[in-house]
């Protein structure tokens, strides 16, 4: 497609300025024309998102996309949905950008409920004035990520509002999935003994973000853990078919998760403090800040409750997974307390640990 | 559910100040930490979004929502997905809001299809400080919205941005659906012959929403067309099973529908002026603002290509709808000038009727 080169800077048209050739198009920007549904929108379209998110389905170009699933429905699935808008600040990160975020936001959620990720819609919402290339850039990124999550864009739209109304770009993905016969995760199957693990450390991605934001100095050292799910959840179903619940401990932390499953289930829930995987680098910024490792957002990891009896087997897959490797059992379900987590402290002691009220940090996701 | 009477202002709690009983949550706005994933964003969806939206898949509350459609697809059905931003300023208008349309469009797209729409995923982009009554009476007009056009929202996401940061609200809708087996639209099966039709006025949808933004005094007459055409659609398919293709000319109105038609089938578009349904009041609304009516959106119409030998039994199905009953038979497709749209004019000429370039009505969907 001709259109594909013209937002690559090397092999971009330029305008020659008394020997001195601008890429001119570099200074391009979003304008509120190209959300008009006219010529530039068709531009757009042509220049930015087919190129990076284009596959059958999507170069029909029709009003919706349409897509068999036939033979996976006759074999017992379920269609699982979910959507999530991105607004993070600054749109790239450490590890990351605003364009892998739409695609493993979304597609984990997907994965949460046992489904595997089939299709993503992309809606971008975008301020006025966004370079064109700044654009091309994330829109790659999020074709790249959607590629090794192997989902397929099959619906888009763009909107464009004016300077001062919008924040550069949002982007709210929407997945489609299957969930297989027979998988049926959730809080109803969660029973006191059971066994709450963790697949990594905590706070990666919230402290990438915020170390970027505030200046920290500690740019190098955290990365964003945002990451596909749906290998690793597939490992860990393989090994523990008998998996209570999954979910993954985004906005709000690992506090927000277990106090959810706390509540979805009825049930208490008990962890060691001592058990809580966070970085050293990250607990430090944790530090600076004030903030909780425990409140703070991940973007690649999954919380499961196994029963106990299969708890071994449970750790001994997701560590045999490059994104899992840090796997540890954090503690365990609890007949007393119904919706309350509790800590052991390191120290002997006991807290809870409770749904936090807002946001800490706000724009992480 | 307890929470639902709290944005209620009949049975509001009340806090009495000397004898001066306050509506206190009438005063209530979006905070950044509504965003945060706590439990201020459970309260938002227990106050606000569960009242409205609530559905058996929704209250749930997975990260996906898990849906049947087995017996549907086993019936041939293929699976239908559009996507929508919705940006619209003011958010409301005469004849709709942000709510309605951000059911619309999307129900709307999938109909173009051939879809029976079933799902709705919902994403909100709040900019801080918007009142939640406000937020509350949107919801609860795009939950109204989804139950007449007979879809559920089965998953949803709200994200909260800085003030300055965002423009009160966005809404994207996600829409699923299901093409019965046999149907097949699309700019295949195009054919010189075919007549073009439209069912009803044009540019009721953008003029309302500008006469309201530059108070043209009009706002009682122009009311916006936005409504979900799935009824019409389907005795429209009943009737003419043989239809071409359909498409909803929304932003960059008819023309940009005409051209987009024209481009995809690789023909000639040849319609009579004279036929172009405008009412009066839109007209004059046009002429103040130096307006196209071709080129301004709709949210309740739709251009269908039918053989003309279909073409009277598919105007009186039309026309027998009450979202049809100003359908007419706007012109043809002609071997000639493959990719042109031209305009018989009422003088007895003919001009090329353009792809719009950008956005004269920015903000309008």
Redesign the interface.
């Known amino acids: 497609m001709s259109g594909t080169a013209r937002h690559d800077a090397d092999a971009s048209p330029r305008i020659d300025v008394g020997g001195c050739p601008l890429p001119h198009h570099d200074r391009e920007v979003v304008?509120?024309?190209?959300?008009?549904?006219?010529?530039?929108?068709?531009d757009l379209i042509e220049r930015v998102f087919l190129p990076a998110l284009g596959n059958p389905v999507l170069l029909?170009?029709?009003?919706?996309?349409?897509?068999?699933?036939?033979s996976e429905?006759?074999r017992?699935?379920?269609?699982?949905?979910?959507?999530?808008?991105?607004?993070v600040q600054p749109l790239v990160f450490p590890g990351g950008s605003i364009g892998e975020l739409a695609v493993h936001g979304t597609v984990?959620?997907?994965v949460?409920?046992g489904?595997a990720p089939r299709?993503l819609?992309?809606?971008?919402?975008i301020e006025e004035g966004l370079p064109i290339t700044t654009l091309s850039g994330l829109v790659a990124r999020m074709g790249a990520a959607a590629s090794a999550a192997g989902v397929a864009v099959?619906?888009?739209?763009?909107?464009?509002?004016?300077r001062?109304?919008?924040?550069g770009l949002?982007i709210?993905t929407?997945?489609?999935?299957i969930?297989p016969g027979g998988i049926a995760l959730?809080a109803a199957g969660v029973r006191a003994g059971d066994v709450v693990i963790v697949s990594g450390t905590l706070g990666d991605h919230g402290m990438a973000v915020m170390s970027v934001r505030e200046s920290l100095g500690f740019e190098a050292d955290i990365v964003s853990d945002s990451a596909p799910l749906h290998e690793l959840v597939a490992a860990l179903l393989a090994a523990c078919p008998a998996t209570r619940m999954l979910?993954?401990p985004?906005?709000?932390g690992l506090a927000?998760t277990l106090n959810e499953i706390a509540t979805?289930a009825g049930v208490g829930i008990e962890i060691d403090e001592a058990a809580v995987p966070v970085r050293p680098v990250v607990a430090a910024a944790c530090e600076m800040l004030g903030l909780d490792p425990l409140?703070v957002?991940n973007e690649g990891k999954v919380v499961a409750v196994v029963p106990a009896e299969s708890a071994a087997d449970a750790l001994a897959a997701l560590r045999a997974h490059p994104l899992g490797r840090a796997a540890v059992r954090l503690g365990r379900i609890v007949p007393d307390h119904a919706g309350v987590v509790a800590l052991a402290t390191r120290v002997g002691g006991r807290r809870i640990v409770?749904?936090?009220?807002?946001?800490?940090?706000?724009?992480i996701c």
Not at 60 to 70: L, N, T, Y
Not at 76 to 87: E, K, Q, W
Not at 354 to 363: E, H, T, V
């Open positions: 304008t509120l024309a190209h959300g008009g549904g006219g010529a530039l929108t068709r029909r170009r029709e009003d919706a996309g349409i897509v068999e699933i036939a429905v006759a017992g699935g379920r269609l699982a949905v979910s959507t999530d808008c991105h607004v984990n959620d997907l949460m409920v489904a299709f819609t992309a809606g971008f919402v099959v619906a888009g739209d763009t909107k464009v509002v004016e001062g109304r919008g924040d949002a709210v929407t997945g489609i999935g969930v959730g979910r993954d985004t906005r709000g927000a979805a409140t957002a409770p749904l936090p009220i807002g946001a800490d940090l706000p724009r």
